[in-house]
């Protein structure tokens, strides 16, 4: 068999990266620097902001400031919110990628699948059809076609124009 390496460069930043030094969410939450961020809108309580390991092109997370792990210790006015911006970014995403549909949800807690299980986060994932090809069957490997900073600066024009 002619074994083939595929590069994804952009995963080292993942696998060598600090590993539990303080919550990203919060991070986020609290940065002036919204490229480096990767966070594309702010409301008052929450924000949106790009996966960074994303499951797909422009998988965008819904997330409160307030460091909190589940969706019961958020206030009403939080809850309203991240709704509201789920909603944005459904739109913005419409409007920008096309896709044929949304998976959008919470996992709560490690065992429901949560990589960050302590500070809640909605993700608003784009699907299209066909977006699932033979490289997550055979090589456990996503093949993004667009850089996320190109993502990034396509969708922040978006959300600035609904305003």
Request: hydrophobic fraction near 45%.
């Amino acid at each position: 068999m002619n074994e083939r390496p595929l590069w994804a460069p952009w995963r080292i930043e993942y696998i060598t990266g600090p590993k539990g030094n303080g919550c990203v969410f919060c991070a986020a939450a609290s940065s002036d620097t919204e490229h480096s961020s990767l966070v594309v809108e702010r409301g008052q309580r929450c924000y949106t902001v790009l996966n960074a390991f994303p499951y797909a092109p422009g998988h965008l997370m819904v997330v409160p400031n307030r460091h909190v792990a589940g969706l019961d210790h958020l206030s009403d006015e939080e809850a309203l919110e991240l709704m509201q911006l789920a909603r944005r970014a459904i739109t913005v995403l419409n409007d920008v990628m096309a896709p044929g549909g949304f998976n959008v949800g919470v996992n709560i807690g490690a065992i429901a699948g949560a990589g960050i299980s302590d500070h809640l986060h909605l993700h608003v994932v784009p699907r299209w059809q066909g977006d699932t090809n033979f490289m997550p069957v055979l090589a456990d490997t996503r093949v993004m076609p667009q850089a996320l900073e190109a993502t990034r600066d396509v969708l922040v024009t978006s959300f600035q124009a609904l305003r």
